[in-house]
């Protein structure tokens, strides 16, 4: 199945945390459903534990070389906070969904962990399973999964659904076959859309949020054939930069929603507060300023004397101008001690009758002279009022009731002082009656304060509450008791369209979050790309180092660190090129060497055997050479002697070159002695030759402090290379003369002469020039290798000048008065 076994819970679960986690803490009032009731108070530290768990899991996925620890505490905090919400909010409320996927998750999650699935992943097995156990408690039990319908209709098609494809899925995995596999998972991805879908209309943010993950899971698992290689510099570039870029962005994004929210509310609280105290300053104020006009003109000294005359016309004077315009009563009576009309309210259209029935006239009866208020009723013209009543004793016996209303109706079109996103009731709590509603304007109905808070907690002269109203939403409610009266004013908030700038300002960090996130992940893997492709230039590099068909060399763009790595890299190639060059070319003179020593050495040694073996066989034989033979036997055997001892300290004083063993024993000497004792050896040893050489010497003696033994054998190596490469009878001329700063000596020949590409690598150890390989005189190539390295020992130089093949050769040497080791 490949992909579809590889693929983790851990990576499902990290998302589906994130996406919750986000939710809960920066929109945390829409969770107002009545299934959140629980977890409300918490909802932030839950959707934070959330956050670190999920966080923490993803760092350990993409870090695998982190402690282990980092990966087991992201799960712990995780699996916390999945338990604490599928308790409070699946267990405790029967939903059945939550209380299906939630322990699905988390036991498959921990799964993943045990030895026996190492290395194996188990999300398609936690897909299928969700899928069966949805589909078939959908068409046995549909009433349980209506929130996932339109209208209750869908839930046992969407079962079957759900069911046939979790069983092909199954099949796929047990059979090991991804194509239905990835079938099924294309059919589960729409039927967790559909289901996202409709909990989306409904508000269901967290469930939204799980279904979109199952939803895009279930594609990727569908269409992805290969997962990328998941190495490289672009994968480090990747997860860097996914975590450096979205997870501070949601961090500093919460802590700012968290402010943001704890601003608000204390604004929110505070604006209640004060909208609660406006209203009821100003019932107070009407309250007060109706029970002082009613017991003013109860105490008037004219009205008075009309009840005791039984002056009607009086009585209406006083009842009119209580009703006036410039009044505060919307209507005003008066009824005698029986409950009779004496003066009808004009406003009222002057309706008379026995009023004796009415609470406030029996309140009012009971004795006194208070000014009392009455409940909400309802006149004989069917309107609402509250009523103000005050007892007045005339004398002579006489009591009447002197009563003034305020209209319901008036007082609910009264502009509140509170703000238009703040609701304001207004009730009696003697009976709950509603008195006043800034949204519906009833009244003399149940207030639905009562019905959110209770009568207990609007008991309290003040106080402050959140509630759920009978649609979910959260309500913030501030009630206070106007004083002097049985009545409570409540004004209550909607949290969510209070809290919507902080939630819209939420969902713009997040949008920014995962804006700025994939832009930084576009980013880093253009960069990773540039990055890469240079990379993989010098890695190609490097596996052709040493291959000696081609010359490595790569791009060195920019002024970055790979290009300064790539520089050093073509500068590496640069010397290791040229490093095998001269191991080719010195493994080429080596074996060129070996093979000129091996001849060279064999030169003298057969002579020596053949005379040895000569003068053995004569031994044995008894037969006595002449005087004259034997000479020239010895004669000959003390040459080759004298060759081998040649070649043999050659190879000495090279090895001695190469481990730095080339000293100097430096004393005064006479150079001009020196070269005719050089030159009269090399005559006796070469007597066919004594015509050609010449000397040329100043008159008086060269002193200086030299190594005569070295300047021996640089002269003797200098004459003797003449005499080999110089035809015979052709002249070698040496001259030695003194010059301002020393001494110069030159050797010159008419022989056959040095190539010109020849002459910058003459003195290189076994280098023989291309004429003289040809023109064979014996010798390994190392006698002017020593001589440069004599020369410049006592801090001279030495030059060979050719014109050409043919055209002989001038080596000139120029020696100081004294050897640089000795004057060091």
């Not at 945390?17 to 409300?40: C, D, N, R, S």
């Not at 534990?49 to 993803?58: C, R």
């Not at 929603?257 to 909208?275: I, N, T």
């Not at 300047?711 to 003449?722: F, G, K, P």
Request: proline share 4%; hydrophobic share 50%.
């Amino acid at each position: 199945m490949g992909i579809l076994e590889r693929a983790r819970v851990e990576w499902f679960a990290a998302a589906c945390g994130l996406v919750v986690g986000t939710t809960m803490v920066f929109v945390p009032f829409e969770f107002g459903a009545a299934i959140f009731q629980l977890i409300y108070p918490y909802v932030r530290p839950l959707g934070s534990l959330f956050l670190v768990g999920s966080a923490m899991m993803i760092a350990s996925l993409l870090y695998p070389a982190w402690p282990g620890f980092v990966g087991w505490l992201g799960r712990a905090l995780f699996l916390g906070a999945v338990g604490v919400y599928w308790w409070c909010a699946s267990i405790l409320f029967l939903s059945p969904s939550g209380a299906i996927l939630y322990p699905l998750i988390a036991a498959t999650l921990l799964a993943e962990r045990s030895a026996r699935f190492q290395g194996r992943g188990l999300l398609t097995v936690l897909i299928a399973s969700v899928s069966l156990c949805f589909g078939t408690l959908m068409l046995l039990v549909p009433h349980g999964f209506d929130r996932f319908s339109f209208q209750g209709a869908g839930i046992q098609p969407l079962g079957a659904a759900l069911l046939g494809a979790g069983a092909l899925l199954a099949v796929g995995l047990w059979r090991r076959w991804p194509g239905a596999g990835r079938v099924a998972l294309g059919g589960l991805s729409a039927a967790f859309l559909y289901m996202m879908g409709v909990l989306a209309v409904r508000g269901s943010w967290t469930g939204m949020s799980v279904y979109a993950v199952l939803t895009l899971t279930c594609a990727l698992l569908a269409a992805v054939r290969r997962w990328p290689t998941l190495a490289g510099v672009r994968w480090r570039l990747f997860r860097g930069m996914a975590l450096a870029s979205v997870l501070p962005i949601l961090g500093v994004g919460a802590v700012t929603s968290y402010l943001a929210q704890r601003a608000l509310e204390v604004e929110l609280r505070g604006k209640a507060r004060q909208a609660v105290a406006a209203e009821t300053a100003w019932l107070e104020q009407t309250v007060t300023l109706a029970r002082s006009l009613l017991r003013a003109q109860s105490r008037n000294a004219g009205f008075l004397a009309a009840v005791r005359a039984g002056d009607r016309e009086g009585m209406r004077e006083t009842v009119e101008l209580l009703e006036s315009e410039v009044a505060l009563f919307d209507a005003a009576w008066l009824l005698d001690a029986s409950g009779e009309t004496l003066v009808a309210s004009a406003r009222l259209n002057r309706i008379v009758g026995n009023f004796a029935h009415r609470d406030y006239f029996q309140d009012a009866m009971k004795g006194g002279d208070q000014v009392l208020l009455s409940r909400p009723f309802l006149t004989r013209a069917n309107l609402p009022f509250v009523v103000f009543t005050v007892p007045v004793d005339a004398g002579n016996g006489t009591r009447v009731v002197l009563v003034g209303g305020l209209s319901l109706q008036r007082l609910g079109l009264q502009p509140t002082l509170a703000s238009r996103s703040y609701h304001v009731e207004l009730f009696d709590r003697r009976d709950g009656t509603l008195l006043r509603e800034t949204d519906r304007g009833g009244v003399l109905t149940r207030a639905p304060l009562l019905a959110l808070l209770g009568e207990e907690a609007l008991s309290t002269a003040e106080g402050m509450w959140e509630a759920l109203d009978a649609s979910g939403r959260r309500l913030l409610v501030a009630h206070a008791q106007v004083a002097g009266t049985p009545w409570t004013v409540g004004v209550t908030a909607r949290l969510r369209e209070a809290f919507a700038p902080v939630t819209r300002m939420g969902a713009w960090v997040v949008a920014i979050a995962v804006l700025a996130g994939a832009i930084a992940l576009m980013l880093s893997q253009w960069v990773g790309r540039d990055v890469a492709v240079r990379l993989e230039s010098l890695r190609d590099g490097f596996a052709a180092l040493g291959t000696p068909a081609r010359e490595l060399r790569v791009r060195a763009e920019g002024d970055d660190e790979v290009a300064q790595l790539a520089s050093g890299f073509n500068e590496m190639a640069a010397r290791i090129d040229r490093t095998q060059k001269e191991l080719r070319e010195a493994i080429a003179i080596r074996d060129q060497f070996l093979s000129m020593a091996s001849h060279e050495l064999r030169t003298p040694l057969t002579p020596l055997k053949a005379t040895l073996d000569l003068l053995i066989r004569q031994s044995e034989s008894g037969a006595r050479p002449t005087p004259e033979r034997q000479r020239a036997v010895f004669e000959r055997l003390t040459r080759q002697v004298d060759r081998l001892t040649r070649l043999i300290g050659d190879m000495l004083d090279v090895s001695r070159l190469q481990s730095g063993r080339f000293a100097l024993t430096v004393a005064p000497m006479d150079l001009t002695a020196l070269a005719r004792d050089v030159m009269e050896r090399v005559q006796v040893s070469r007597p066919e030759r004594q015509g050609g050489l010449s000397l040329e010497l100043p008159t008086e003696p060269l002193m200086g402090r030299w190594d005569e033994q070295r300047l021996d054998q640089l002269l003797t190596n200098l004459v003797e290379n003449a005499l080999r490469y110089s035809p015979p009878g052709t002249p070698v001329l040496v001259r030695v003369r003194e010059e301002a700063d020393g001494v110069r000596v030159e050797v010159e020949d008419r022989g056959i002469g040095i190539p010109e590409e020849s002459l910058p690598q003459l003195f290189t150890p076994f280098f023989r020039a291309r004429n003289a390989t040809e023109h064979y005189a014996g010798g390994l190539g190392l006698g002017l290798a020593i001589c440069r390295e004599i020369v410049e020992r006592h801090g001279g130089r030495i030059q060979a000048r050719s014109e050409g093949p043919g055209k002989g050769t001038c080596f000139t040497v120029w020696l100081p008065r004294a050897a640089v080791a000795d004057a060091a």
